[in-house]
Structures are given as C-alpha cells and as structure tokens.
C-alpha cells in the first residue's frame, strides 16, 4: 500500500489552518495510507486549539500526529522535525495557509502507477493572489531524466516552482543524501530546491492543479 507523509507547517495560522486540514482530510482514499504530521512552531495566537479541535473531531483512517516546539525556530526547523518524524515512501510539505486542491493525492497515485521510478512528481500550483496557474506551459506530463546540473538546468527551463510544497517527494532520497533545510537562512526554499535538484534522477511534471499557494505567508515562512 502506497504510504505518504504530509509535513504540515503552521505559525500563527489560527485563521486559515482549519481549511488547510479540512484540504487534507479530504484526500483520504481506502486504497493509500495517509499520515499528517503537524509541527506547530510555539504560535502564540489559537492556531493550536484549532488544530486540536479539527483532528480531534475527525474519524477517518488519516493518521494525525501533533508536535509543537516550546520555542519559535521558524519554517525550516519546522519543516525538519516533520522530516525526523515521517515514515511514509514519499512526503509532502505543506504551509498552514496554503490548501491541497481536492483529488490531489489521487492525482499523484495515478501518476505514480505510471512512472513508479520517480524521485518526484510535482503539481501545477494555483497562486491565490494572482488568480492564475503558475505552469502553463505544459499541457501532459512531462518526464525529466538527468543527473546533477543537466536535472538543475531541466527544471529551472521548465519554469519548477522553486518551493517544496507542491512535490510529491520519495523519501529514501532525502534520507540517503541527508538532505535538510537550513536552518540559518530566512527563505530556505531554493537553496533546498537547487540542492534536491542535482540529486534526482527522474521527475514528472504535472499540468494538473495539486496545490493553492497564498502570499498571506505569515510567521512560519520566516524565521
């Protein structure tokens, strides 16, 4: 059975964080294993009430695990503990004022029967602000092949979104090349992207909307 961890990241989210889990509750499939692992970064407002409240509340078969830090560390410590914790094949980060689009991880499912060899599989991504898709320039699934830069130029040609949260990401890659967000920088997102780049060998991009993306990013998108 096929078993994804979604890294959730939420700092001081008390106003959108109840539609962000409710985008992922409605993911769940008889077929896959979801887990959610929620790491709240010390909010100070009621972001962790609502969480508590929201997963409390749900009786399906997603697993929810909860972690909050005693101190505020910001978005790639955030991002890190999930990582520590996950144990799904692939992972999927996730920002508290964000939303997984519906049929999301069914999307990624199909993809996967097809391209089972995929280090990543990444979603077009609907920008909230803008009113628009962020990829459109494909209209199939596109298949990229390559090792260290030729990957980094192929990606960057086709436009990637330089954010984590819009990939469906295996596991073991991260783990056999210890790969980490760093943790000293305020938007630790391309570094990582780049990095995570040159280590893949396969990618699939999708035309499909897997994910809406705010610039209402508050709290745990910074340090």
């Known amino acids: 059975m096929l078993y994804i961890s979604i ?12 539609q962000c889990l409710e985008s992922i509750i409605d993911q769940e499939n008889a077929d896959m294993q979801l887990e959610c692992i929620i790491v709240d970064d010390c909010s100070t407002d009621n972001t962790l009430n609502v969480i508590r409240r929201v997963v409390g509340g749900y009786k ?14 910001g978005l790639a410590r955030s991002r890190n503990t999930g990582l520590q914790r996950a144990q799904g094949y692939f992972v999927l980060f996730l920002n508290g004022v964000d939303r997984l689009r519906a049929g999301c991880i069914d999307t990624y499912m199909v ?31 596109l298949v990229l092949r390559g090792k260290g830069d030729v990957m980094c130029h192929e990606m960057i ?11 469906l990401i295996r596991r073991d890659v991260l783990i056999n090349s ?3 967000f760093n943790e000293g920088v305020s938007y630790p997102d391309i570094q990582w ?9 396969s990618v699939v991009l999708l035309p ?16």
């Open 7 to 18: 890294i959730l990241s939420a700092y001081n989210h008390e106003a959108s964080v109840q």
């Open 60 to 73: 399906g078969n997603i697993i929810f695990r909860i972690f909050r830090h005693q101190t505020h560390y």
């Open 111 to 141: 993809s996967l029967m097809r391209h089972w060899d995929a280090d990543v599989i990444a979603g077009n991504v609907y920008h909230v602000s803008l009113g628009r898709n962020l990829f459109n320039n494909i209209s199939n699934a």
């Open 157 to 167: 040609r086709n436009n990637m979104f330089l954010y984590c949260n819009n990939k």
């Open 178 to 180: 210890n790969f980490t």
């Open 193 to 201: 992207c780049f990095s995570l780049f040159k280590n893949l060998s």
């Open 208 to 223: 499909d909307v897997t994910y809406e993306y705010s610039l209402r990013q508050v709290g745990a998108i910074n340090h």
